[in-house]
DNA sequence: AGTGTAGTTTATAATGGTTCTAAATAAGTG
DNA sequence: CACTTATTTAGAACCATTATAAACTACACT
């Protein structure tokens, strides 16, 4: 998908700088993770100019928000993102702190057996943590 | 276990602020989920005395890091801890904001079958998100 | 018991990721 | 181009957490 289609079902212009990011975001082989802190610098590096924090950060809530990115339940001080927006688990590197994918396949069938009155389940997301 | 156990293992001196908190933590029928700050408001409702925030992370820091007590990993500005130590994962109410454990007989078996180089599994986590 | 030492508590300050603000700028529309 | 509305931005505010350092306490040893 184009960037500016997921810009604008995002509900978002798009304008230079939110182009710039969905370039470091979206125009790789690979997915990855990262922080809203990582993300600022990666633009720097790559485009040589930088985007204020707060557009950077209204950027990737939107993102979020409308499902072009996945906000990672782990605890750190910093919040981390995925730009893998397919159902996976992770591995956590405690040491070097480094968020791994696990591909769905990689990880057996979860079977959750209690039920909540009224509730139904959103996600299931598995974090295993390595250690040396 | 004795309060004053589990505080001397983890080396820390059975002071009248930390028998207080182990009160509160431990004292009870059930396991439950908190943070700091509704511990130290539970300590205050309880007791009827103030215990500084500074001693209530470190000593929460302290059991934490003996085994003790548990953090959960998840997407909040407050950090959540457990009573519960025992391998156990969690529903998480989006709406209400609210964990709830899902006892291991719950849970189907989880098999990861990718591993990494050098590294071991420490533990295996899955949360549940609820919504309406 | 009294003393000395190392551990502890506490109020308060510092830190740092995130969110808010409001003024300057840019996009879209006719 | 003129106008309206959205966006960007630097900086301030927010707030959970961590650090500080002075007053206080546990406890081992006389
Ligand atoms: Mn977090
Ligand atoms: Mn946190
Ligand atoms: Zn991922
Ligand atoms: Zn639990």
């Given amino acids: 998908m184009k960037y500016i289609d997921k810009l604008r079902i995002s509900g978002l212009r ?3 700088q939110r182009i710039q990011i969905c370039e470091v975001l979206f ?4 997915t990855f993770h990262f922080t809203i802190n990582e993300l ?9 100019n930088k ?24 605890n750190s001080n910093q919040t981390y993102f995925d730009t893998n927006v397919t159902n996976h688990h992770h ?4 040491k070097e702190e ?5 591909e769905n396949s990689d990880v057996g069938p979860i079977s959750i057996k209690r039920k909540i009155n009224g509730k139904k389940i ?10 040396d």
């Avoid at 125009?27 to 690979?30: A, D, G, I, L, S």
């Avoid at 600022?40 to 040589?48: H, S």
């Avoid at 924090?53 to 939107?62: F, I, K």
């Fill in 14 to 16: 798009p304008t230079k």
């Fill in 27 to 30: 125009n790789t082989e690979k």
């Fill in 40 to 48: 600022e610098q990666k633009i720097r590096n790559k485009k040589g």
């Fill in 51 to 74: 985007i204020s924090l707060a557009t950077v950060y209204n950027t990737v809530h939107a993102f979020e928000k409308n499902g072009y990115l996945k906000r990672i339940p782990l």
């Fill in 91 to 94: 591995f956590y590197d405690l």
């Fill in 98 to 102: 480094k968020l791994i994918d696990l």
């Fill in 122 to 131: 959103k996600s299931v997301e598995v974090l295993v943590k390595l250690e």
